[in-house]
């Protein structure tokens, strides 16, 4: 008991909250312009961090790896820029509501959800931290190629009708992500000699310039009398700029769901909060009544996105503590920084001195009301910030998505391959390919691949061949739930099917 | 064009494309080391490979359908709409030359900076703005900003270009 009243002391310091205050600020700030990811904000400040007392520069470092993940949804619903890859998938509906004059709404709502599922994170942080961990390691490369697989064909079938389209454009992203060297025997791929690409193509820019540049693109096309409009209406009526109650309670089913899956696959090593989004989009959308109203501005296509790719933020920390592996490159670099700030992690900070553990997990949840409170002061500086003409945000939108996409990698390539992109974006949405699931065919792809090629060398290795993957009671199981799902699915269709045909 | 046959002329070029992609640019564009067999993992041409098989049996399929459906399927299943307004506009295409010119010569030879300040001016001037104080105070204020954050926060060096290189 006194460990946790230690920790809570430490983490509650005037010191500490001002950091915190400062790192969730500054995260904000950070995480809204483009090319910038959380590890990026986070790998920033971890110099700096190093000059304070270790419970400033660590509740710092935690605060801003939570501002950035919200602050990156706010261009993405404005417009249509996601400040970092997790942000991608809040665009599908934030940026359609915005177009309705409803952009405060959505923030509002993706700031709740991104609260919400960060703190159902960091409670299933603190409360079975050991057994997710236990849970999320007992997943090997086979249970993860089953998934991702699944994901991909459940995403591809239903981001467009005819379904056949959004499969395909998830294939040709996953083509594109075979781009670069072989992971296994380091000979190029489709790199057609060119050795800016052997490295593969960055998400970056495959992201700014799909979503982000093709919009631009696309706007260009509008009356000068329109490009001299304001870049973003605001609807005047009180309840388009709120979350109302009713609103937020209907959305409270998915949260808690979306928030679920972030944190399950937050626990596993490296999936991310790019993948959770967007999952917990697609589980959205099947789940919901009025699945049609997705992408066209629905509150819970925002709410989903937000909870998981933010519940992601702290199951990150559950290997990470648990164990002392981190999951991802945020939660290595988190690792760093208490290394360096000498704060022991891993089973035996538990039993030994676990008062720095719970000083983390105060931080983390005074870093999630400080990012509620900053938050709403946000909304009203991007009103501010983005409501000049448009034809001055899109030319500024323009360049800073290129010197963006510069930045990570710094090359000139990412700037001119942004360029492409935008004008490939384009090209696909005239002819009613989506443009997402080619990003998630993308993202997935080199997980996929280096799962299933691990899968298939270890097959050589048993006697049942391909079939050993039966003998692991995690792939069972996730095959059984999967086999349900599927049955419970086709249920679904063949009663909706039945009911909407007319009699003979 | 009915529905039904504007779609099998989409899937006639793009199962087209995919046989160019499968038989010149794959066995072009990915050496499988020789020997390389099961033992050792498959070769690096087999994800390419299987991408492409999946696309065309899945395009097959839909031309299948398409040939087997007694009626236009618009009719009997739901399709969401081409979006027209993503159109190729004589603006868009203005604006594409100018981010191509941008990205392949302006920022290899004047810099980021200047080419940037280039490049918004020259969308704005696309856009309808012609206000002089607008198209010299807007460029510049965007390059310094970008600058301030870029180079003197961030630390990121954006390119110098040819022209200020040493």
């Not at chain 1, 470092?61 to 998938?89: D, E, H, N, V």
């Not at chain 2, 490049?119 to 206000?131: A, K, T």
Request: charged share 10%; hydrophobic share 55%.
């Amino acid at each position: 008991m006194e460990h946790l009243i230690a920790g809570i002391n430490l983490a509650i310091s005037f010191e500490s909250l001002l950091a915190i205050i400062v790192g969730v600020a500054a995260g904000q700030v950070l995480g809204a312009i483009p090319g910038l990811t959380a590890s990026m904000a986070v790998a920033l400040l971890i110099p700096y961090s190093f000059y304070f007392d270790p419970w400033v520069g660590i509740p710092m470092l935690l605060g801003m790896f939570k501002g950035s993940l919200f602050g990156s949804s706010t261009t993405a619903i404005l417009i249509r820029t996601p400040g970092t890859p997790a942000a991608s998938a809040t665009v599908l509906d934030g940026y359609p509501l915005a177009q309705q004059g409803k952009g405060a709404k959505a923030i509002k709502m993706a700031l709740y959800a991104s609260v919400f599922g960060d703190t159902f994170s960091d409670i299933c942080l603190i409360f079975c931290a050991s057994l997710l961990a236990l849970v999320a390691l007992s997943f090997g490369p086979a249970e993860y190629t089953i998934l991702i697989a699944l994901a991909l064909f459940s995403l591809g079938m239903l981001s467009s009708r005819p379904a056949w389209k959004g499969l395909l454009a998830m294939l040709m992203g996953v083509t594109i992500g075979i781009i670069g060297l072989d992971p296994i025997t380091a000979t190029e791929r489709l790199t057609f000699g060119n050795p800016e690409l052997e490295e593969g193509i960055g998400l970056i820019p495959m992201l700014i310039g799909f979503l982000a540049v093709s919009e631009v693109f696309r706007q260009m096309g509008s009356s000068v009398s329109d490009l001299s409009g304001r870049a973003i209406q605001y609807s005047k009526r009180p309840e388009d700029n709120r979350v109302s109650w009713s609103e937020f309670r209907d959305c409270v089913p998915t949260l808690f769901k979306a928030s679920a899956l972030g944190t399950v696959i937050g626990a596993m090593p490296g999936l991310g909060s790019t993948v959770a989004a967007f999952l917990a989009y697609g589980q959205a959308r099947r789940a919901s009544p009025h699945p049609e109203r997705f992408g066209k501005g629905e509150l819970q296509g925002v709410a989903a996105p937000e909870a998981a790719n933010n519940a992601v933020s702290g199951a990150n920390l559950i290997p990470l503590l648990a164990f002392g592996i981190p999951g991802d490159i945020a939660a290595a670099l988190i690792l760093s920084a208490f290394m360096i700030q000498g704060i022991n992690v891993g089973p035996l900070a538990f039993t030994e001195n676990p008062t720095p553990l719970y000083a983390i997990y105060t931080a983390l949840l005074m870093a999630n009301l400080v990012n509620l409170v900053l938050g709403h002061g946000l909304v009203h500086i991007a009103r501010f910030a983005f409501g000049v003409p448009r034809r001055l945000l899109l030319a500024s939108v323009l360049v800073v998505a290129s010197a963006g996409s510069f930045a990570l990698r710094g090359s000139l390539f990412d700037v001119q391959l942004v360029f492409l992109f935008g004008a490939l974006g384009l090209l696909m949405v005239r002819f009613g390919f989506p443009t997402v699931p080619l990003l998630i065919g993308f993202i997935l792809m080199p997980i996929l691949e280096e799962n299933l090629r691990t899968v298939l060398l270890l097959a050589g290795t048993y006697d049942e061949h391909i079939m050993f993957v039966f003998s692991r009671p995690a792939f069972s199981t996730l095959c059984a739930l999967i086999v349900v799902g599927v049955a419970l699915f086709g249920w679904r269709r063949w009663r909706k099917r039945a009911i909407t045909q007319p009699p003979r | 064009m009915p529905r039904r046959n504007s779609e099998l002329l989409e899937l006639g070029c793009l199962l087209a494309s995919l046989s160019l992609f499968y038989f010149l640019v794959i066995p072009l564009a990915v050496s499988d080391p020789q020997d390389f067999g099961l033992d050792q993992g498959l070769p690096p041409s087999f994800s390419p490979r299987l991408v492409a098989i999946l696309a065309a049996v899945l395009m097959l399929f839909r031309v299948i359908r398409l040939l087997l459906a007694t009626q236009d399927l618009s009719y009997a299943e739901p399709t969401d709409e081409d979006d027209t307004s993503a159109s190729f506009s004589p603006r868009t295409i203005a604006g594409m030359a100018a981010a191509a010119l941008f990205a392949l010569v302006l920022v290899p030879v004047l810099g980021f900076l200047l080419g940037g300040a280039v490049l918004v001016l020259s969308l704005l001037v696309i856009m309808g703005e012609y206000r002089p104080t607008v198209l010299v105070l807007h460029p510049l204020l965007v390059m310094l900003a970008i600058w301030a954050l870029f180079e003197r926060l961030l630390s990121v060096r954006l390119p110098p270009g040819l022209l200020f290189t040493d």
